[in-house]
């Protein structure tokens, strides 16, 4: 039979962990070794000869309390050894999903992103929202879902003025760059909501997909 066994695992990573703390017992045996032959030769030095065993006594004293100091740091250098072993990992943070969009939407969008959509209750009647709600659904569009997404971008871009205009000249409600765009959708492009309205949803139809996509898209750049 060959004298070199193989070693079960148990036993290699018991030599792995005593391999951790022989160093340290090393070190510790050479320093009690070394406190105790200084303590002896500042006995026995030249012109103090000791008259009896007394100063040997002396020196093992200093050696003890020596051992003692350094058996408490052996002690705890293993507690930290057996410590690092046993030392696992409890899990792993969870990221969050992002929002699934509500019935009738899509994802995507030149963002590609997916944006949750709101359902959201008819604006007042009369207004440039109200206009908008109810012009969605001739697009394709279920007004509950997709006017939060048309909300959140013309609310940013004008405000839902129809005369609102930026120094790059963009104008309207849907800030069309330039302004006069609007006109293919109506002649009183620069004072009807509607005529505005109208032209916006098809530049978001055309461009996005949809408001949702479009609402998407500018949350990453900033524009739409």
């Known amino acids: 039979m060959s004298e070199h066994r193989r070693r079960s695992p148990g036993k ?10 022989l160093p340290v017992t090393a070190t510790a045996v050479t320093a009690v070794t070394g406190i105790a ?4 030769l500042v006995v026995v030095r030249p012109g103090n000869v000791p008259d009896s065993g007394a100063a040997i006594a002396a020196a093992a004293v200093s050696s003890s309390q020596a051992v003692a100091v350094l058996e408490q740091r052996r002690q705890q250098m ?10 696992h990992l409890v899990g792993a943070p969870k990221v969050a999903a992002q929002p699934l969009r509500g019935a009738g939407g899509t994802s995507g969008g030149a963002g590609g992103g997916t944006t949750a959509a709101v359902a959201a209750a008819p604006p007042d ?4 929202q109200r206009i908008a709600y109810n012009m969605l659904s001739s697009f394709g569009w279920s007004p509950s879902t997709y006017f939060s997404c048309l909300n959140n971008i013309y609310t940013r871009e004008s405000g839902w003025r129809y005369n609102a205009e930026n120094a790059s000249g963009a104008y309207g409600i849907p800030q069309a760059l330039p302004g006069s765009k609007m006109a293919t959708a109506g002649a009183d492009w620069m004072t009807n909501p509607a005529t505005q309205i109208k032209w916006g949803l ?5 461009r996005y997909g949809d408001p949702c996509s479009a609402w998407s898209f500018w949350q990453a750049h900033g524009y739409y």
Do not use: D, E, K
């Open 12 to 21: 290699r990573r018991a030599a792995r962990r005593n391999g951790v703390l």
């Open 37 to 40: 032959i200084a303590g002896y």
């Open 78 to 87: 293993i507690v930290l050894s057996a410590a690092s072993h046993s030392m």
């Open 125 to 128: 009647p009369g207004t440039a």
């Open 202 to 206: 098809g530049y978001i139809q055309s």
